[in-house]
């Protein structure tokens, strides 16, 4: 009895293949809804998807906010410390 090959696509995702898609969600950490979307928007290239996640992902989390302006850390951050005028005595 002959039976037909199935062949496994390394940068491909077969949506079919349920422990292939608990893999992919696992590693990057997606939830079913959210893949099926990358899945639809840039195509089934692991690749593709891996990029768009983490692009999501750095969307979301955004630039930190309590950081100082810029002009506030130079004005703070002194490259030379103050020189004394005159030398320290020594008892």
């Known amino acids: 009895m002959q039976r ?3 062949r496994h696509f390394r940068n491909r995702v077969d949506m079919a ?3 292939q898609v608990r893999v992919i969600k696992r590693r990057l950490r997606l939830s079913e809804p959210e ?3 990358l899945v639809d928007r840039v195509g089934s290239s692991i690749a593709a998807i891996s990029k768009e996640a983490a692009l999501r ?3 979301q989390l ?10 506030t850390v130079a004005a703070v951050s002194d490259p030379e410390p103050e020189k004394l005028s005159e030398p ?4």
């Open 62 to 71: 955004g630039p930190p906010r309590d950081l100082p302006a810029t002009a």
């Open 17 to 19: 293949d349920r422990v």
């Open 57 to 59: 992902k750095a969307v």
């Open 35 to 37: 893949l099926n979307r």
């Open 88 to 91: 320290i005595p020594v008892a």
């Open 4 to 6: 037909a090959k199935y």
